[in-house]
Every structure is written in structure tokens, then in C-alpha cells.
């Protein structure tokens, strides 16, 4: 019974974006989407897989992480480096874009196991401030590299292009704080919407597993976690690499639907780090469901809200704490809770009055 109920609400979820992806379609074909809400279309699908991936390590794990925004910059720019520097190599852009998704997952899944490693020691807001400096750290860095390849392999550089050494048939691929130029854009919307419900097959299948209840378990309570024999350190080292690859991979989808990509604060900043967790918390903490309709009503919002410019703003902040208050105020909830239990019983009740 326990596993039919399961199944049916991973169901509703997969349907909620598929029927999503089919209205954006018939819109599109029958000429009502705008130029706008067209261009939104991939950002919803990055923002999306963000939401659901930090979900992982805040609802989840239990552990407040602010430096998602870094390991999506670092799977961004290996996607498009990877994408940039195979284009002699491989010239078919649908196999480079997959080999680009794969290897920003994997690096960015290898920077989130070096970096847990050390940091989920800590707890609360020390985990929080180390996580913020992560991001940042690697945004700078990035601003900083310059990468070159020509006949006799990649060259690196700290200091500019002209220190690189390139010869006759060099190519400066990665250009310090001018980021990346010429990615090809790859990135669709129905390729989103794919990585998308992949994003959620990986998470909700974890969630649900018995890693899954190890890693809410640890949540819920450390110490009794630890006395029954759970490997904390393993689990949370789990949660956080997959959380973090993920990310790589909103980044590879972020990267290929621009044509120019640098790490600026807009881009990869501590606002961005911030706007990811706001899905989160207003989604509800552990909330998969809840944080992917987040991701998407507050990046729509303010959208299209533009034209009011005066009270744009305002009306944005207004959806925010009323969103904050119906999932987080406890009245509200109670008062949810019954509601759900007044509709179930005035249906169970139905077939009796029937008989």
C-alpha cells in the first residue's frame, strides 16, 4: 500500500513537468508565447534542477550549504570549456554537449566531495559561511585562470593571454574575467525539461532508498543515527557530492544557452547562492514537489510583472511572505492538515452513504 502511494506521488510529479513542457509546446506552435517568456524557458529548467539539487542538502541532508551558485559556475565553465576545446575533435554538437553535461557533473561532484570532506565537520551557520566562501573563492579563481590551447596542448595562465605563449594556431579558450566566448547554444527547452526529470528520477529514487532514510535519519537526529551503526560522514559525504553534481549540470545547461559566459557576481554570485535557497525555503524544506513550483513561479514573476514597474517589486515581496507563511507558519499548517482531513473523510464517507 505504503509503496503504491509512493509511486503514485512520484507519478503526479514527473506529470506536473511533462504537462508543463506539452503547454509550453502548444503555445509556442500556436504563436501565443511571447519572445520573453520563450527566452525563460531554459532559465526555468536551470533554476528548476538548482532548487531540487539544494533541496537534497537542505530539506534532505539537513545542512544549510550557500555555495551552490559555486559548484554550478564550476560545472558552467567545464561544460563549456569541454564543448569549446573537442570542436575539431568531435564536430557533432549533440555528442559534445553530452560529453559536456557528464564532465560537469563529474567535476562538479568531485569539487562537492573535496569540499565536504572538511566542511561537513561543521555545523549550522559555520557550515553556511564556509559554503559562502567556497562559491565565492571559486568565482574569483575562475576570474583569474586563463587557458589557451594551440598544436601542443593547453596552456595555463594567472597573469594574461599574451603570457599564455600560444603559436600560430592558438585559441584562447577560457579569458580570465572575460569568461568564455562562443559557446555554441545547445541548450533546449525539451533537453531541460529531459535533465529535469532526470534531476528528479536520481533525487526522489535516493530520498527513498535506504541511503535515503540513513541520510534523513541523521537529519532528524545525529546521535541516535550514529548508535545504531549509520556511517554519518559517508552519508552526508553522499548527499552533498550528488546535490553538488547536479549543480554541474544546471551549469551546463546554463552555459550553452549563452553565448558569452563569465563569472560575474550576477551570474555566479552570493545572490544567486541566496535566490536557490529562496526556491528551497518557500518550496517547503524536503519538499521536492514544493521547490520545483517555486523555482518556477518566482522566476516567471518578475518577469512578468515588468510592465508594472512602480509596484513590481512590491507585489514580488508580497508573493514572497505569503508563500513563506503558508509553508512555514504552524497555524497555517494546522489549519492545511485539517482541511486534508476533512476531504479525505467527506470521501471515504461517499461510498457508505451510497451502500
Not at 571559486?138 to 600560444?166: C, E, Q, W, Y
Not at 579569458?175 to 525539451?190: L, Y
Not at 557576481?265 to 547562492?273: A, D, H, L, V
Not at 512590491?314 to 482531513?341: C, G, H, Q, T
Request: glycine share 10%; aromatic share 8%; charged share 10%.
Amino acid at each position: 500500500m505504503k509503496k503504491n502511494k509512493l509511486l503514485i506521488q512520484n507519478s503526479i510529479t514527473y506529470a506536473i513537468v511533462i504537462v508543463f513542457w506539452l503547454l509550453m509546446q502548444g503555445m509556442a506552435m500556436t504563436g501565443h508565447m511571447t519572445s520573453l517568456l520563450k527566452g525563460l524557458l531554459v532559465p526555468l529548467c536551470t533554476y528548476t534542477i538548482l532548487a531540487i539539487s539544494l533541496n537534497l542538502t537542505v530539506g534532505i541532508l539537513g545542512e544549510l550549504s550557500l555555495g551552490h551558485a559555486g559548484f554550478m559556475c564550476v560545472g558552467a565553465f567545464a561544460g563549456a570549456l569541454v564543448t569549446n576545446s573537442m570542436a575539431d575533435v568531435i564536430p557533432g554538437l549533440g555528442i559534445r554537449f553530452f560529453l559536456a553535461l557528464l564532465v560537469g557533473a563529474a567535476v562538479a561532484g568531485l569539487f562537492g566531495m573535496l569540499i565536504g570532506i572538511p566542511v561537513l565537520r561543521l555545523k549550522g551557520d559555520y557550515l553556511a559561511i564556509v559554503t559562502l566562501a567556497f562559491g565565492e573563492i571559486i568565482k574569483n579563481l575562475i576570474n583569474a585562470v586563463f587557458i589557451g590551447r594551440d598544436s601542443s596542448g593547453f596552456h595555463f595562465s594567472i597573469k594574461d593571454t599574451s603570457s599564455l605563449g600560444l603559436d600560430e594556431t592558438g585559441v584562447v579558450l577560457i579569458k580570465g574575467p572575460q569568461g568564455i566566448t562562443g559557446t555554441p547554444k545547445a541548450a533546449t527547452f525539451t533537453i531541460g525539461i529531459i535533465l529535469v526529470l532526470i534531476t528528479l528520477f536520481i533525487v526522489l529514487n535516493l530520498i527513498h532508498s535506504r541511503s535515503g532514510r540513513a541520510i534523513m535519519s541523521i537529519r532528524d537526529n545525529r546521535i541516535a543515527a550514529e548508535s545504531i551503526g549509520i556511517h554519518i560522514t559517508k552519508y552526508k559525504l553522499m548527499a552533498f557530492s550528488i546535490s553538488a553534481a547536479l549543480a554541474g549540470v544546471a551549469g551546463v545547461l546554463y552555459a550553452h544557452n549563452l553565448s558569452t559566459l563569465a563569472a560575474s557576481p550576477k551570474n555566479f554570485g552570493y545572490n544567486m547562492s541566496i535566490l536557490i535557497l529562496v526556491f528551497v525555503v518557500l518550496g517547503g524544506l524536503g519538499n521536492i514537489r514544493g521547490s520545483m513550483i517555486a523555482a518556477v513561479i518566482l522566476t516567471l514573476l518578475p518577469e512578468l510583472l515588468r510592465g508594472l514597474n512602480n509596484y513590481r517589486m512590491l507585489i514580488y515581496a508580497i508573493v514572497l511572505i505569503v508563500m513563506m507563511i503558508f509553508n512555514s507558519s504552524p497555524k497555517v499548517i494546522e489549519l492545511r492538515e485539517v482541511f486534508m482531513d476533512s476531504i479525505k473523510k467527506n470521501k471515504n464517507s461517499k461510498p457508505k452513504e451510497a451502500a
